[in-house]
Structure formats: structure tokens, C-alpha cells
């Protein structure tokens, strides 16, 4: 049984530039949530996804857009990279039926030069 | 407002020492409370929960947190420390089954030999 995928790995962008990261999710999860995780810091929730539509969101500004396919797979998209958009993501899946855990995956990491 | 507090950035214990991490929090409706586990360049694995219930919760790898309501606590304790639990532990907590997690700010534990 595979588990929360991302892809790519890593990722160098030049500020200015738009990223889009993918994510699917474990086996009979429904739920994607989207994190960011800075050097040295605990990760901060960006937005999660449920029946394709974005069901809560973090204090991020509006540069940082997502998207739910109907497989429950899902990407975030980062316009106008600055230098501070540079962490690693990570993207979290869950049942809406129940369970409580977020299951994670090894996330992206972002360099924005 | 929910909010977690990680007291000690880094821990260092002797290998087969007491591991305690210390987790506090906030939050104005009853928590979900987590501690996860990353090793370096990977995700966060999840090593146990409290939702309701029992208050001494028992994880992985020989990890146990007590939910200790009236000091808003839930420190992570391991009787005897492993090389191989260096990592660095995140305590969350949620506001219900389907909630973001909000974390701490990571406690980063060493095991000397």
C-alpha cells in the first residue's frame, strides 16, 4: 500500500517564477492538506482539500492556490515566488470518515534564488 | 486560538537514559493532540495521538504522552533512549477529527552513545 507521494523532490526557481507540486494521497483518503515547513521551524497549514473544493486555509496570501482532482490526488501552486517561499512542502492526507491522522509524505523542497 | 509551545529546541540524553519532551498548549475547544517524528530530509511520521478517551496514550517505538487537561500538557516520554531515536518531534494539536494541525516549533533530540 503506497503512501502520501510528492513530487518532484526538489525544485530551483528564480524569484518571480510560478511552481506547481503534486501530491497523492495515501489509499482511501479523501482529504489533502498542504503545509509549509521553513529551515528550522515547525510546519504551518496552508490549505486543505476536500470533494475538490479548498475546505479551510491558513494565513497565506492568495500567491499560494490549490486544486483537488476527482482521484483525490492534488497541487499547490505558487505564483510570484519570492525568496521567503523557500521550504520544504509538505502535503498530509486523511479520511473524512474518521481516524484523525494526517499521513504525510517526504515533502518538496524549494530553493527560490 | 490554538497555539503549541515546545519547550527546549534541543534535547541531548545519554543512550539508554529517560527521554522527556515537553509540550504545551492552548486551545479554547477540548484538543486533538499529536506528536510526530522527522528525520532528517524526510516527512513527519505520526507516533501517537490522544483524541478521547484514556489520557496515557502509547505510540510507536516504545513512545507514551500523558493529556494532562489542568496543566494544558502532553509531554512525550521514552524510558530508555535508542541511537535511533535521534529526530527531531513535533507536538500538534487540532481542533477536531478533520482539523489543521497547528505544531510546535520542534524539539530536536540527540542520544550520545
Known amino acids: 500500500d503506497a503512501g502520501v507521494t510528492q513530487s518532484p523532490t526538489h525544485l530551483i526557481k528564480t524569484r518571480g517564477q510560478q511552481v506547481t507540486l503534486r501530491c497523492s494521497p495515501k489509499?482511501?483518503?479523501?482529504?489533502v492538506s498542504w503545509y509549509q515547513q521553513a529551515l528550522g521551524q515547525g510546519p504551518q497549514f496552508i490549505f486543505q482539500?476536500?470533494?475538490?473544493?479548498?475546505?479551510q486555509r491558513g494565513n497565506f496570501p492568495d500567491r499560494f492556490s490549490g486544486h483537488q482532482f476527482p482521484n483525490y490526488s492534488s497541487e499547490l501552486n505558487v505564483n510570484a515566488l519570492l525568496l521567503g517561499d523557500s521550504a520544504l512542502y509538505l502535503c498530509?492526507?486523511?479520511?473524512?470518515?474518521?481516524?484523525?491522522?494526517?499521513?504525510f509524505g517526504p515533502g518538496t523542497r524549494l530553493t527560490v534564488t | 486560538a490554538q497555539s503549541v509551545t515546545q519547550l527546549g529546541s534541543h534535547v541531548s540524553v545519554s543512550e539508554g537514559a529517560l527521554v522527556l519532551l515537553r509540550c504545551n498548549y492552548s486551545?479554547?475547544?477540548?484538543?486533538?493532540l499529536f506528536w510526530y517524528v522527522q528525520y532528517p530530509n524526510q516527512g513527519l511520521q505520526l507516533l501517537l495521538k490522544?483524541?478521547?478517551?484514556?489520557?496515557l496514550v502509547k505510540g510507536i517505538n516504545g513512545f507514551e504522552a500523558e493529556f494532562k487537561k489542568s496543566e494544558t500538557s502532553f509531554h512525550l516520554t521514552k524510558p530508555s533512549a535508542h541511537m535511533s531515536d535521534a529526530a527531531e518531534y513535533f507536538c500538534?494539536?487540532?481542533?477536531?477529527?478533520?482539523?489543521?494541525?497547528?505544531f510546535g516549533k520542534g524539539t530536536k533530540l540527540s542520544v550520545k552513545p
Open positions: 498530509a492526507s486523511s479520511f473524512s470518515g474518521g481516524g484523525y491522522e494526517q499521513y
Open positions: 489509499s482511501g483518503h479523501d482529504t
Open positions: 482539500y476536500y470533494e475538490e473544493e479548498e475546505r
Open positions: 486551545s479554547s475547544v477540548p484538543p486533538y
Open positions: 490522544y483524541t478521547t478517551g484514556a489520557t
Open positions: 500538534a494539536v487540532s481542533k477536531g477529527s478533520q482539523g489543521n494541525l497547528i
